[in-house]
């Protein structure tokens, strides 16, 4: 879903308006519902429902809270942005997918 924000974004800014906070802000929602998409069919196989919607929004603002987060508290320890980045790369994925697994798509 990276790539795909990163490809949105980009074409925005070049080709339509160069605003990269409204790009990132589109290209952000496009990439989340097809994240959606992508892990309601195939990563987890359930039904696409209003409750699997929902829940996976609350997933995702919590992620966006845990990156914004960790990015500040590796910043104000003095490191280099880049590893906020990887922090942020190797803790909200693994973190999301259990939330996923055990509560957005948890099969009752």
Known sequence: MTALHF???IGIVEKVVNNPPLANG?????ATVF?????????FT???RKTNLVRFLAVSI???GMAAGL???VDREGYHYFCGILAVAFVIPPA?????HAWTFAVR
């Open 71 to 73: 990015s500040w508290m």
């Open 46 to 48: 359930c039904p696409l």
């Open 96 to 100: 999301t997918f259990l939330l996923h």
């Open 26 to 30: 589109i290209a952000y929602t496009i």
């Open 35 to 43: 994240n959606y998409l992508l892990n309601a069919t195939w990563t």
């Open 62 to 64: 919590l992620a966006l």
């Open 7 to 9: 490809a949105i974004a």
